[in-house]
């Protein structure tokens, strides 16, 4: 299971529970992860979602939230497309986290405290 597909996935379900560091840090990995194999199709797509999911935090963004997470939802579905992986599969892990997850408050709102290391 790719951790920064699972974050993407994780941030479409409940945009409400991730913070601007988690996207960032996701954008960060994402990168990494291109860097592997910039030319394979599967690598462009996992490093778009989260550039594009990071996009509805970032203020030099030209991108709307909506547009952001529309792509962001774009490149998910060709992720998936392309690797042949379940997306419910991912989904069931979310769920499954989020409802034993322990939460981090920050000036008392709540946030998902992501149960998979990025890097």
């Not at 992860?33 to 989260?50: C, E, F, K, R, S």
């Not at 996009?55 to 939230?65: F, K």
Request: proline share 3%; glycine share 4%; charged share 20%.
């Amino acid at each position: 299971m790719n951790k920064i597909i699972l974050t993407v996935q994780g941030y479409l379900l409940y945009p409400e529970n991730y913070t601007e560091q988690q996207l960032k840090e996701n954008h960060y990995a994402a990168i990494s992860y291109l860097n592997d194999n910039p030319t394979d199709p599967a690598h462009i797509a996992v490093y778009a979602a989260a550039i594009d999911t990071y996009a509805t935090y970032d203020a030099n963004s030209v991108w709307t939230d909506d547009d952001a997470t529309q792509a962001g939802e774009y490149w998910l579905n060709e992720y998936f497309k392309l690797t042949g992986e379940n997306r419910q599969d991912y989904i069931d892990e979310i769920n499954k986290e989020y409802l034993n997850n322990e939460w981090t408050y920050i000036n008392g709102t709540r946030f998902f405290t992501l149960p998979w290391k990025l890097h």
